[in-house]
């Protein structure tokens, strides 16, 4: 992947500084949110004066987020949170989230924050951005996973699938939303209701994107929607391509070209370009992370967070698993004892979905990943049949959606410039109306493909 020069500033995003450490753009703030300011907001808006001491009133940092930092309102009706956020999309992710999760407490008993107050204007007090809402109980699931009983995680998965499946309930339409876009964005309908508006997507507003003039909804239909993105992708390395300063820089411009030029070919086979009227969408969480489950001491839910670039999606989309729930098949349980011991405590290494703060117990990493695709594959199991009883047709709506969630992902995968030549030998075989799962052609080697191709069944297109 080719690198860029980094601290892009934006000036008409003010606050914000784009730097790229070779492996994507990453959102960084260009001043700090002030602390002072903050307990002055949140006094304002909680009803607490301001007597000249801290008592009754104390804020503190919290975490930092991928775009916002988070901190801890301490009062003396309780504990909220503040979320700061980069003017990544100005206006539309503060106001899409406090509409978004206003409209999931009103319409589902998933247990999401109450916003108290929010502020998008570029003159706020506090210099950035802001949500205010209720602090909710609770630990991420992420730090609590090693220990948790498989009944508790099992308990957990049907949980999540009992949210999925009220969320393909909520909507202005009784059974969804129709259009893509993120909700709130758009003026409210008639009835009361948010309407999907210009997406909120990481996808679109990375660094000089947001500038692109490309459509960014509401999109009427799938075929549209990637097609933007599409768009994205040969607008950038089309400029990569003029300012590449070397043959490597010039080579990787032109097998991104070559590869979304190859998706756009195959979109059209596999996405209507005309929908009348507007396609049904869902309210989709992109993130139902680990880290986004809060579970109490036995494991039950008691928030859903990170729903800060939550759109109306197509049906096909919500059709995978969640976040939490994805992973390498493993059908076997690893036997504990076929792992190399380490020291107790030592031995960690960087993972996504391990902790390092819990004991390893005096196993090697590996043993805890191949313990986690196992996991996962059996909670996928879990999370099926729980769907099936909420929706009959799942299994129908999961093997038709099936190509369209590997077309995603392919476009995902070309946007950030991974899997270049792997992603080619796919849409290659899916011209040959040869259809291969995506996954299995990123998990193998090249030289490979072909026993793949060969063991795969052929599907018209």
């Known amino acids: 992947m080719s690198t ?12 914000l500084v784009w730097e790229d450490h070779g492996l994507g753009l990453e959102a960084r703030w260009a001043r700090d949110p002030d602390l002072r300011a903050i307990e002055r907001v949140c006094r304002r808006h909680l009803g607490i004066a301001d007597d000249g001491t801290e008592d009754g009133l104390k804020a503190v940092f919290h975490a930092d987020g991928a775009f916002n930092k988070l ?19 100005p206006c539309n992710k503060t106001v899409g989230e406090a509409a978004t999760l206003e ?20 003159s706020s007090e506090i210099g950035h951005e802001w949500l205010l809402m209720d602090m909710m109980a609770g630990t991420p699931a992420y730090y609590c996973w090693r220990r948790m009983p498989m009944r508790q995680k099992e308990i957990l998965t049907a949980r999540a699938a009992d949210f999925h499946a009220q969320l393909f309930r909520c909507g202005n339409f009784g059974d969804g939303f129709r259009g893509i876009g993120t909700l709130g964005t758009a003026p409210v309908s008639d009835a009361g209701m948010p309407e999907p508006g210009p997406i909120v997507s990481s996808f679109f507003f990375s660094g000089p994107r947001y500038h692109y003039l490309i459509p960014r909804g509401p999109f009427s239909s799938s075929h549209d929607w990637l097609r933007s993105q599409l768009n994205i992708i040969l607008k950038e390395q089309t400029m990569a391509l003029s ?100 020291d107790k405590g030592g031995g960690h290494t960087s993972s996504n979905d391990i902790p390092e703060s819990l004991d390893n117990e005096g196993k090697t990493e590996l043993y805890w990943i191949h313990l986690m695709e196992y996991e996962q594959t059996q909670l996928r199991k879990v999370y099926a049949a729980r769907m099936r009883q909420l929706r009959p047709e799942w299994d129908v709506e999961v093997e038709e959606a099936a190509l369209k969630v590997d077309f995603l992902a392919a476009v995902s995968r070309c946007g950030s410039g991974f899997y270049l030549r792997r992603i080619e030998q796919w849409v290659d075989a899916i011209e040959r109306k040869e259809y291969l799962p995506l996954m299995e052609v990123l998990r193998v080697a090249p030289t490979s493909l072909a026993v793949v191709s060969r063991l795969s069944s052929k599907a018209s297109i």
């Open 243 to 342: 300012d590449a300063a070397s043959d490597d820089d010039r080579e990787y411009a032109e097998g991104a070209l070559r590869v979304a030029r190859k998706l756009l070919r195959v979109l059209h086979k596999l996405f209507p370009a005309i929908v009348h009227p507007p396609e049904r969408t869902v309210v989709w969480h992109d993130d139902l992370s680990l880290q986004n489950l809060m579970v109490d001491g036995n494991g039950r839910v008691t928030a859903v967070i990170g729903w800060e670039c939550a759109s109306a999606m197509p049906r096909w989309v919500a059709s995978q698993v969640p976040e939490f729930l994805r992973g390498a098949a493993r059908e076997t349980k690893p036997d504990r004892d076929c792992y190399t011991d380490v």
């Open 103 to 122: 409209l999931v407490r009103r319409k589902t008993d998933i247990p999401v924050p109450r916003v108290v107050a929010f502020d998008v204007s570029r």
């Open 4 to 15: 860029r020069a980094l601290g892009i500033r934006d000036s008409n995003r003010d606050g």
């Open 71 to 89: 901190y801890r309102v301490n009062t003396n009706r309780g504990p909220f949170m503040l979320r700061v956020s980069l003017p990544v999309d």
